[in-house]
């Protein structure tokens, strides 16, 4: 699975097909422009390194690294990559109806690393392991999709967590920075995105910690402060009820 050329300027350093997918890990150029387009299989694109703009026919977005896009096949849509270029992990499969989406999203973007580390060294369940990673991100991809019409207000308040989410930044100050009251701001938030804002913060540090844990050695009381929780014990059972195990051996597991 060595880089292959394509046409349009990009670089698939390495690509296979695992199932009912398409997996590739592709490097784009600064300052690359792709003009409109479509693609004739539904996809999910993950942005490992740097920033590319989408621009499709309902809205625009900026997707920096992190970022987990998904379209629909033959949806139209307009690339500029950045000053550094951008490498994205994209899974394409027939499977993949869906819609349009663009946002950071922590989960999707560690499943993104597992896939990269998989096709760097591949070995005979390459294959195997790269397509139960796209079953999971397909997952992802449809939880996250939400109702088209919401109140503006309640999507400034998802943004506003997902920038300040390791911080203590409590319901009732979202909800006096947006100008609501804070019983409404929760009844509304859960009733669009499914979740309390305590939840979808827990949800988010948690995401975030184990990103941390695959790819840096912090200290774990550290790394909890870091996250937003109180103590290491308080980040050890919130991060077993999420993910079954505990922080250590989450890390040795993905190491």
Aim: contains cysteine.
């Amino acid at each position: 699975m060595s880089a292959v050329a394509v046409s349009d300027g990009t670089s698939r350093r390495a690509s296979l097909t695992a199932g009912r997918f398409r997996v590739s890990e592709v490097a784009f150029p600064p300052n690359r422009r792709l003009p409109w387009h479509a693609h004739p299989l539904g996809c999910i694109a993950i942005v490992a390194d740097g920033v590319v703009d989408k621009r499709f026919a309902r809205f625009e977005a900026g997707a920096e690294t992190g970022a987990m896009i998904t379209m629909p096949a033959e949806e139209p849509h307009e690339d500029r990559f950045g000053r550094a270029g951008a490498v994205i992990v994209v899974v394409e499969s027939r499977a993949l109806a869906g819609h349009v989406s663009c946002a950071p999203h922590p989960e999707a973007a560690l499943l993104a690393m597992r896939i990269r580390r998989e096709l760097a060294e591949p070995d005979v369940f390459t294959p195997v392991a790269v397509e139960g990673l796209a079953l999971e991100l397909t997952a992802l991809a449809g939880r996250n999709r939400f109702p088209a019409r919401a109140e503006k207000w309640v999507e400034r308040a998802r943004d506003l967590l997902l920038e300040r989410f390791r911080e203590s930044v409590g319901p009732g100050e979202i909800a006096d920075e947006l100008g609501v009251h804070r019983a409404h701001l929760a009844r509304v938030f859960r009733a669009r995105y499914g979740e309390s804002l305590g939840e979808f913060t827990r949800r988010l540090r948690l995401q975030w910690a184990a990103q941390e844990l695959a790819a840096a050695d912090l200290p774990l009381a550290v790394l909890a402060v870091e996250a937003g929780f109180c103590d290491q014990s308080h980040f050890t059972r919130a991060f077993g009820r999420q993910y079954g195990v505990t922080p250590a051996r989450f890390r040795a597991m993905h190491r």
